[in-house]
């Protein structure tokens, strides 16, 4: 059974930079997609970026391109997400999660195509 854990969520001051990981278990790993999403307090969750894991294309919110760059390491098994310029409207907390097997029919921007989630980090920026 495959399990996701992000990690590198920090307290950081509006301007800074961070990069998020999401390590998955198991002897192997080959998702069809991987995806970064987040929720603030009392918000909706909200897509933010999408990495197909063979081919490496991506997807992103309108929101977050170009500040925010998914990427993934297919070795190490992990999917990364850089955070730059961060502004306190980007507090949240960040999951990462994994669409297995690419034959769902809902889209990736949204949470329901993904089956596997991590527990998530706390990313909060300060004025």
């Known amino acids: 059974q495959v399990q996701l854990v992000e990690s590198g969520g920090d307290l950081v001051q509006a301007g800074a930079s961070l990069r998020l990981s999401c390590a998955a278990s198991?002897?192997?790993?080959?998702?069809?997609?991987m995806g970064w999403f987040r929720q603030g307090s009392g918000k909706e969750r909200e897509f933010l970026a999408t990495?197909?894991?063979?081919?490496?294309?991506?997807l992103y919110a309108d929101s977050v391109k170009g500040r925010f760059t998914i990427s993934r390491d297919i070795a190490m098994k992990t999917t990364y997400l850089e955070l730059n310029a961060l502004k306190p409207e980007d507090s949240a907390v960040y999951f990462c999660?994994?669409?297995?097997?690419?034959?769902?029919?809902?889209?990736?921007?949204?949470?329901?195509?993904?089956?596997?989630w991590g527990q998530g980090t706390q990313v909060t920026v300060s004025s």
């Open positions: 198991g002897r192997t790993f080959s998702p069809w997609a």
């Open positions: 999660a994994a669409d297995s097997t690419g034959r769902g029919s809902t889209p990736l921007d949204e949470a329901g195509a993904y089956d596997v």
């Open positions: 990495i197909f894991w063979s081919g490496g294309n991506t």
